[in-house]
């Protein structure tokens, strides 16, 4: 059964505090890796497309990786407007979008 | 990236009626999609919405409880019929260009029920 599982739930950081958040996956053909950032109140923004493993994206201070079984958000030196919940999607080999459960970053200045 | 409008964005309404939440898009896309986000929690889908035919619906959503309208490439409907409180919940419609490029999201009908 095709699968996205994030962790951690949530995660609490000091400003400055670089981090990584992870999004496993398992799927019958990976088609492509999508990272969104939902605010509160607001609809997930897409951030990030991975398609093949080894593939890296980078804005400001996020960085994507992707590897055949997972990928990873690293936050370098977060600032407290990067709080928000991040949200890892995949498209299987069957043309379908599965969405992982999302983790919560906190980050206090 | 395409805008995405819904309309109304937050709602709060009696059980037992029904609403309709309108997403017009300001291009035409291929793919639109309506799902559902409990707070705190992630997506569920409910449909796929087609352009001219009826809706595809995902396991756990029916047509008469969801009833979904696409007139054309740019606008939709979802109707969330025969209300009751545990259908409060985030609605948000989402578009896809192509099937292997990401889905964009308006941001969402925040609907109560009370």
């Known amino acids: 059964e095709d699968q996205v599982t994030q962790s951690p739930e949530a995660l609490r950081l000091q400003e400055g505090e670089s981090s990584s958040l992870n999004c496993s996956y398992t799927?019958?053909?990976?088609?492509?890796l999508f990272w969104y950032r939902q605010d509160p109140g607001k609809g997930p923004e897409f951030l990030f497309t991975?398609?093949?493993a080894g593939e890296e994206k980078e804005k400001e201070r996020l960085k994507a990786t992707l590897t055949k079984k997972e990928s990873f958000l690293h936050i370098t030196a977060p600032k407290p407007e990067d709080s928000a919940t991040y949200l890892c999607a995949v498209i299987t080999g069957g043309f379908k979008t599965i969405f992982g459960a999302g983790t919560r970053l906190f980050v206090k200045a | 990236s395409a805008v995405i409008s819904q309309k109304p964005s937050r709602d709060i309404c009696q059980r037992g009626t029904s609403l309709t939440i309108q997403c017009q898009v300001d291009?035409?896309?291929?793919?639109m999609f309506w799902y559902r986000q409990q707070p705190g929690q992630s997506l569920t889908l409910i449909a796929t919405?087609?352009?001219?035919?009826?809706?595809?619906?995902e396991s756990g959503f029916v047509i008469d409880k969801f009833p979904i309208s696409r007139p054309n490439l740019t606008f939709s409907t979802l109707t969330v019929s025969n209300m009751s409180p545990e259908d409060s919940s985030i609605y948000l419609c989402?578009?896809?260009?192509?099937?292997?490029?990401?889905?964009?999201f308006g941001d969402g009908t925040r609907l109560s029920i009370l």
């Open positions: 989402s578009v896809m260009t192509d099937s292997n490029q990401p889905q964009h």
């Open positions: 799927v019958s053909g990976l088609r492509g």
């Open positions: 291009s035409q896309v291929t793919m």
């Open positions: 919405a087609n352009q001219g035919s009826e809706a595809t619906y």
């Open positions: 991975l398609y093949s």
